[in-house]
């Protein structure tokens, strides 16, 4: 197996694009990543694509074929990747092996979500769930990560405040970020008076509902120069699936798929959380933001919510988590979410990221789950 390398990585802005349609936001970022990598687009060998459901959102399938066309790429070989939320993720993992098994040499990943062209988006995000036993009864993911929340709030003292301060660092680094969504600062009141949606979870305690695409290409890491001075070198690709319904689970304050996916990845990369300096995380919901940092290792199960409050996640805090703004701040357009959080991660080890900068940043990670943990992917990167 060969090493691999990203050498290009793109993002539109994340929100709600109503004059941007379905292809041209995957097609902007495609190119976004190829100008970013010095390359052609002849050049490209493969493309995979992450996309939860274009099918419910735009009604439109076959979508492989419909961005290789637009992007004026045809004939080569585009597959779309689905897992859920964690479809980006997989989508760039799939890259990666293609390359680390030399089948091709230059592969573009890339994800898009148009979620705003439809009246009303929960059902189709409702299908990432288990219908026979969570959907047709009426539960949300609102309502799922409520449970979570409700229940590491009951056996481990999480407080409100701390679930709160999730969504205020987020937006603190949002307001420095000029592809988010919503860049701009909240407080812990303002989250905890904002509208109920399941208790204990409140309006500012989700993430949107958005339009938005990435991309990024990777090549064999011996080439890597060949096309940038700043390569960002894949220490770890890993992926784990856990079961889809919250009833199946031993406990429902800890994602499995999540735990096994990152002690895979750090026994791949030789590395400890200890040696990351910066995480961009799936908080689809803020309870999610501190199991994340619970279950990859950063702090004991049950300490998260005390981390976050002592400021341990902030940008100049032990493990800045989310320079980006995270999925609550800049936004979550599913199938497009795992590979943004790749492209900031590679902003950020270059030294690129601007006021959200990192200090020091050398080693990289990203989380990007499915559902409420049914599928986890991770990924770590380092200069």
């Known amino acids: 197996m060969r090493d691999v390398a990203i050498i290009g990585v793109s993002q539109t802005k994340f929100g709600e694009l109503w004059d941007v349609s379905f292809r041209d936001m995957i097609t902007d970022a495609g190119l976004g990543a190829i100008k970013d990598a010095n390359i052609e687009g002849g050049d490209l060998e493969a493309m995979y694509v992450g996309n939860m459901s274009a099918g419910l959102f735009v009604n439109q399938e076959h979508i492989a074929s419909l961005i290789a066309d637009h992007a004026g790429l045809t004939p080569i070989p585009c597959a779309r990747v689905e897992a859920a939320c964690a479809s980006g993720g997989l989508a760039l993992r799939n890259g990666i092996m293609a390359v680390a098994s ?74 420095k970020n000029p592809r988010a969504q919503f860049p701009m600062e909240i407080n812990v009141d303002q989250v905890m008076n904002s509208t109920m949606v399941a208790d204990p979870l409140r309006l500012l305690d989700c993430s949107p509902i958005s339009d938005g695409a990435a991309a990024a290409i990777v090549c064999p890491a011996e080439d890597a120069k060949k096309y940038t001075d700043t390569p960002i070198y894949v220490k770890a690709s890993t992926q784990a699936s856990g079961s889809l319904a919250l009833h199946d689970r031993k406990s429902i304050t800890t994602i499995d798929a999540t735990v096994h996916a990152a002690k895979k990845a750090f026994k791949i990369a030789k590395l400890t959380p200890e040696d990351i300096d910066t995480i961009e995380v799936h908080d689809c919901f803020s309870i999610n933001g501190i199991l994340a940092i619970e279950d990859i290792g950063f702090v004991e199960k049950g300490k998260g919510g005390l981390a976050v409050e002592e400021g341990m996640t902030r940008l100049d805090g032990e493990i800045p988590v989310n320079p980006s703004g995270g999925l609550k701040a800049r936004g979550h357009p599913l199938g497009a979410t795992g590979i943004a959080q790749a492209a900031e991660i590679v902003w950020q080890l270059r030294g690129e990221a601007g006021k959200r900068q990192v200090e020091g940043a050398e080693v990289g990670m990203t989380h990007n789950i499915g559902g409420t943990g049914g599928t986890a992917a991770i990924h770590i990167l380092s200069r």
Request: proline fraction near 4%; aromatic fraction near 6%; hydrophobic fraction near 40%.
């Open 102 to 175: 030399g089948y091709h040499d230059i592969v573009i990943s890339a994800g898009v979500e148009k979620m705003t062209d439809v009246v009303d988006p929960t059902p189709a995000i409702a299908t990432a769930s288990d219908q026979e036993w969570e959907a047709q009864q009426g539960v949300t993911f609102p309502s799922l990560y409520a449970m979570m929340a409700r229940r590491h709030m009951h056996e481990y003292g999480t407080t409100r405040e701390q679930l709160a301060m999730v969504s205020v660092i987020n937006h603190e680094n949002a307001a």
